[in-house]
């Protein structure tokens, strides 16, 4: 298989800090550059944090820049109550030498896209702001953009609010410059991303593993800080935004719809991404009241096990 060039935007996280693991460790995945974000944490605290991840897998020179400090319109909004004030629970990592590019996320981006032969795919994993900005100042890149996959929405569950996830509810103007870019999406949601986690003893386990990134990876999987104890907030052993790197290369495990999908930007749903799941025109259609929405391909199922199972494979955790 020839390799998946990829971009991650990513708020680091803990389940960024899964996911830049997994992606780095793949062998059909070439990581081409992250690019960062405030969400979880603070931008500072998010670059910090991705470079450190970097050097416990000993990755390569992969450039790294920082992108928005908050998103578009509202302040930015930490989510320290579920990652810990530095981003990554309890887990402490030595500073790295490593720096971030002296140019920003949308610049970098910008230029790894110009400057590759292949179509390359984008894996959005946290708030949409780099994006939004990317495609808002050069809409012509995104001929370069293969499609989208973004860690983000849900068609039921919210966790944020009732019905708005994390990503899209920070900035969800974001979120709709994106749905709306012409560029293929692919909706790696609540629906899924609630699901897909390791068992509590193999994850506890890895807390003594013989080497650096299964030691990380098992404080990673069982330190989050807990908001409560069932499904959808306790969330040990989540492998978390890494299942939607998993997807990218194992796409089978995920039951996906091509559905209507729009964001929504007032009052209560502001960050809702209200998925059409009806099988049949509606009345809205019949009389003339619907508008258009854009498309995405939509996780709606998963197999949890053969993800969790693919994700501790590739980094030789199994
Ligand atoms: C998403 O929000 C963040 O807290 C996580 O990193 C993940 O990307 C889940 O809603
Ligand atoms: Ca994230």
């Not at 690019?35 to 390569?60: F, H, K, Q, W």
């Not at 104890?229 to 299942?243: F, P, Q, R």
Request: glycine content about 8%.
């Amino acid at each position: 298989m020839t390799t998946i060039p990829v971009i991650l935007d990513v708020d680091t996280g803990v389940d960024d800090a899964l996911a830049i693991l997994f992606a780095v460790a793949h062998p059909d995945i070439e990581v081409l550059g992250i690019s960062c974000v405030a969400g979880n944490a603070s931008l500072e605290r998010v670059v910090d944090n991705t470079l450190r991840i970097l050097d416990t897998i000993d990755a390569p020179d992969i450039p790294v820049a920082a992108g928005a400090r908050r998103p578009l319109i509202e302040p930015a909004r930490d989510a320290s109550h579920v990652h810990g004030e530095g981003g990554l629970g309890t887990l402490r990592l030595p500073p790295s030498e490593r720096t971030a590019v002296p140019v920003s996320s949308v610049e970098l981006m910008h230029s790894l896209l110009q400057d590759s032969a292949r179509p390359v795919t984008l894996v959005a994993l946290a708030p949409q702001t780099n994006l939004a900005l990317l495609l808002r100042q050069y809409p012509d890149i995104a001929s370069k953009i293969e499609r989208i996959v973004f860690m983000g929405g849900s068609a039921s569950v919210g966790n944020a609010t009732a019905v708005a996830e994390f990503n899209v509810w920070h900035d969800p103007e974001a979120a709709a410059i994106v749905l709306d870019s012409g560029v293929p999406t692919y909706m790696y949601g609540l629906d899924v991303f609630n699901r897909v986690a390791v068992d509590e003893a193999t994850a506890t386990a890895l807390l003594s593993h013989e080497t650096l990134v299964g030691r990380t990876v098992g404080s990673l999987l069982t330190n989050r800080v807990f908001a409560g104890t069932d499904a959808e907030t306790h969330h040990s052993g989540l492998i978390g935004d890494a299942g939607a790197v998993c997807a990218l290369v194992d796409p089978g495990a995920l039951y996906t719809e091509i559905r209507p999908v729009r964001v929504e930007l007032a009052g209560y749903g502001r960050g809702q991404t209200l998925v059409d799941m009806r099988s049949r025109p509606g009345e809205d259609a019949m009389h003339g009241t619907a508008d258009v929405w854009e498309t995405a391909e939509i996780a709606l199922d998963v197999d949890a096990s053969r993800l969790a199972t693919l994700f501790l494979d590739t980094l030789g955790l199994a």
